[in-house]
């Protein structure tokens, strides 16, 4: 199991994952649709958790957009297929990917807007930002300044 730049070819199961929780009543054709046209998605660098070719959980990766200053980045649309979920995929990879954005790519806060529960992110060491749905983490070395990212 390791985790990677998802590539072109893998977006639109990607998209097909998310379906259940972000498909808004629309039909899959119109939802695979509005996914590939999306400038959010564009916007950020989508990673996979991968094994034996198949994806298990993935997400996307923000920086130097939604108001992410100099050194941060920002994670969203965490997903894992519906018959995969409930085996720590979405952990793992949410885990990988903190390493890898702090080792390789300069960045010392990591942040989210959660749709769940924070509990889930909690256990995995983000911290709440009080009266938002946005949570971070962060190195040491990183001095919150309290001005939260836009949505993502
Ligand atoms: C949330 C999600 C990514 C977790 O993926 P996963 O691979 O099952 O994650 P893990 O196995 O590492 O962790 C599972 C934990 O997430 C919790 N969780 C999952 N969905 C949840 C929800 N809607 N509300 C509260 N907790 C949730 C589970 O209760 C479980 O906790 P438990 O171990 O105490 O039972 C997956 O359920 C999913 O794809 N959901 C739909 C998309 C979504 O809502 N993404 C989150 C956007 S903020």
């Not at 959980?57 to 200053?69: A, D, H, P, R, T």
Request: proline share 3%; with cysteine.
């Amino acid at each position: 199991m390791f985790i990677r730049k998802a590539e072109r070819h893998e977006l639109d199961t990607i998209y097909a994952i998310g379906f259940d929780v972000w498909g808004d009543g629309l039909s899959y054709e119109k939802y695979v649709a509005g996914c590939r046209g999306s400038n959010k998605y564009q916007a950020g660098t989508w990673y996979v958790l991968i094994d034996n070719d198949q994806i298990l959980s993935s997400l996307i990766v923000y920086q130097n957009i939604f108001g992410l200053k100099e050194g941060c980045a920002g994670i969203g649309s965490v997903a894992t297929p519906n018959s995969l979920r409930g085996r720590g995929y979405a952990s793992d990879l949410i885990n990988s990917v903190k390493k890898e954005l702090y080792i390789n790519h300069n960045v010392k806060a990591i942040f989210l807007h959660s749709d769940i529960p924070p509990k889930f992110y909690q256990r995995l060491g983000f911290t709440t930002i009080k009266g938002s749905d946005c949570m971070y983490i962060s190195m040491d070395t990183y001095d919150f300044d309290g001005s939260l990212p836009a949505y993502f």
